[in-house]
């Protein structure tokens, strides 16, 4: 059993998915929330930034760390690792075989071990028996248009003990091109009997309700429809709930969202850093508002928190951004 606020999942997403951003998508309802991907080899050697990546946000009670790893030692050493210094944080490991970098397939990771089943399994086995709590795995369609596996693997995924699987529905040559193959994922939900998480191309609430509609599957996956719009987890799960959709997030939910993303991002990782990463995601948030082409072009060059915070003031002169400032806790 995967314990879980609700089966609407934040998808891990490298670069993306830091605890500042996990805490605002878990506060729009996330029902579990992962890490982006983190080199299980990475952790071994003590990497320090790696360490960074698998701290639990403050609110986050349901957290999965998503490992990528080729060898089941440094897979398993990991595991004990983390299970050792979160003790009793981690709701889930997920293995990652879907993602499709050369700098990862590369090194027979990702993507990469959709060709190799037999290894795959014996990452799995190694990962489930190292573990206290489950164990997923995310995959794709398979590798290309004439190796699609996703049934097969699923298959393998659930001997191997594996407790749920998370499959988008492309293939590693599609990267993220193309559409999302809904089909694979409801003919991988009829072959197994472990629970199967959807993923791929929902980018409103009613992509959610299709995906569930068209796969049977038990749960989804958001990844870049969260992108600046962590609005879309309340809004799937209002319409879910009543079959009507949600309204729309205000300016002033925005901007909070901006602010307090940001506030905790610099508590993390100091101002520099912080400020740097938040430039793409400003822009994602600053996405359809008027003016948006020139907000995002001074998004793009912010260095300090004030930079955020005289960009919103521009862009939402309706606002009274210091008193939202003073609604902020983190
Ligand atoms: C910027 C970015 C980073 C990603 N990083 C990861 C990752 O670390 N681990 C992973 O399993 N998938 C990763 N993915 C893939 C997503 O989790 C997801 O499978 C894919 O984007 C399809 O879902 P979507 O259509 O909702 O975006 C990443 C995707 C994007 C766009």
Redesign the pocket.
Same mark, same amino acid.
């Given at each position: 059993m995967i314990k879980c606020r609700n089966n609407i999942f934040l998808?891990? %997403? @490298? &670069?993306?998915?830091d605890a500042a951003f996990r805490r605002i998508a878990i506060e729009q309802g996330a029902g579990l929330t !992962?890490?982006? %991907?983190v080199s299980a080899k990475g952790l071994k050697y003590g990497n320090k930034k790696t360490t960074q990546l698998i701290s639990p946000a403050a609110n986050e009670d349901f957290f999965g760390v998503?490992l990528?790893a080729s060898d089941t030692n440094s897979l398993k050493q990991s595991i004990e690792m983390i299970q050792t210094i979160h003790e009793g944080a981690v709701s889930v490991f *997920?293995i /990652?075989m +879907?993602?499709p970098a050369a700098k990862v397939t590369n090194n027979g990771e &990702?993507s990469a071990l959709m060709k190799e089943p037999k290894k795959a399994s014996g990452i799995i086995a190694a990962a489930v028996k190292a573990s206290s709590i489950p164990v997923t795995v995310?995959f #794709?369609k398979g590798w290309d248009e004439t190796s699609v596996n996703a049934v097969e693997f699923a298959k393998m995924c659930e001997e191997s003990g594996s407790a749920a699987v998370?499959v988008?529905g #492309?293939t590693r040559a599609q990267f !993220?091109s193309g559409h999302?193959d809904n089909d694979i994922i409801a003919q991988v939900k009829s072959a197994v009997s472990i629970p199967v998480i959807g /993923? &791929? *191309?929902?980018?409103c609430a009613g992509d959610a309700v299709n995906m569930f509609n068209e796969t049977g599957c038990d749960a989804v %996956?958001?990844? #870049? +429809? @969260?992108?600046g719009n962590p609005f879309i987890f309340r809004e799937i799960l209002h319409l879910m709930k009543t079959g009507s959709e949600a309204q729309p997030p205000t300016s002033a939910e925005k901007a909070t969202a901006m602010l307090s993303q940001a506030k905790l991002s610099v508590v993390e990782k100091g101002e520099y850093l912080a400020m740097r990463q938040m430039r793409k995601h400003a822009s994602w948030y600053l996405k359809g508002v008027r003016g948006a082409a020139r907000a995002r072009d001074e998004a793009v060059k912010m260095e300090t928190f004030d930079d955020l915070v005289q960009l919103i003031s521009k862009v939402f002169p309706e606002l009274d951004v210091t008193e939202l400032l003073n609604s902020i806790s983190i």
């Open positions: 998808a891990p %997403m @490298a &670069g993306v998915t !992962y890490t982006e %991907m998503q990528f *997920d /990652n +879907g993602c &990702g995310k #794709r998370a988008h #492309r !993220y999302s /993923n &791929g *191309d929902i980018f %996956m958001v990844a #870049r +429809g @969260a992108q």
